[in-house]
């Protein structure tokens, strides 16, 4: 916690729309953030509604602030992490994005036979673990419950676990 901040009440509020526009510049400058989170944030170090607001406006004005791109660039993130639709989406959602571009975003991720190859190739490396069990039900059983766990609709981790 810096000086400023502890020479500050409990419960005052920071109201310069400056300093709210170089603490959003600060953050955006470590990762993109979407508007949601960078809301937040501010608020969370003092700052009022109105500075918030206009930090906000200037940001995206700028361009440093494009939920839109935030979000395409979190799925493919998810994407290469091996992790699939159903996942991606609720990592969107908890994101504070809107409805309508997280089934923009959804929509341009992947397709069923893009679906089954990531959930493949992430299957591949957990082989060692499913070699272990000698029954070929609970080795399904384990393939099905991993795949489930990242994010895989059943209609990918079925066709997925039908070549185990």
Known sequence: MNDENRSRPAGARRSTQSEALQSAFRILA??????????LKLRRKGYDRKAVDGALERCRDLGYLDDARTARTMADHLVTRGYGPLRIRQV???????????????????????QVRAAQKVL????SRLHRESDPWKRRQIAYRFLSARGFPSAVVNRVIDDI
């Not at 470590?30 to 809301?39: I, K, P, Q, S």
């Not at 969107?92 to 893009?114: F, I, P, R």
């Not at 591949?124 to 082989?127: D, F």
């Open 92 to 114: 969107l959602v908890q994101k504070g994005l809107e409805e309508t571009l997280v089934e923009q975003v959804m929509a341009e991720c992947q397709s069923e036979d893009d």
């Open 30 to 39: 470590r990762r993109d953030h979407t508007t949601g989170e960078l809301a």
């Open 124 to 127: 591949g490396k957990k082989t």
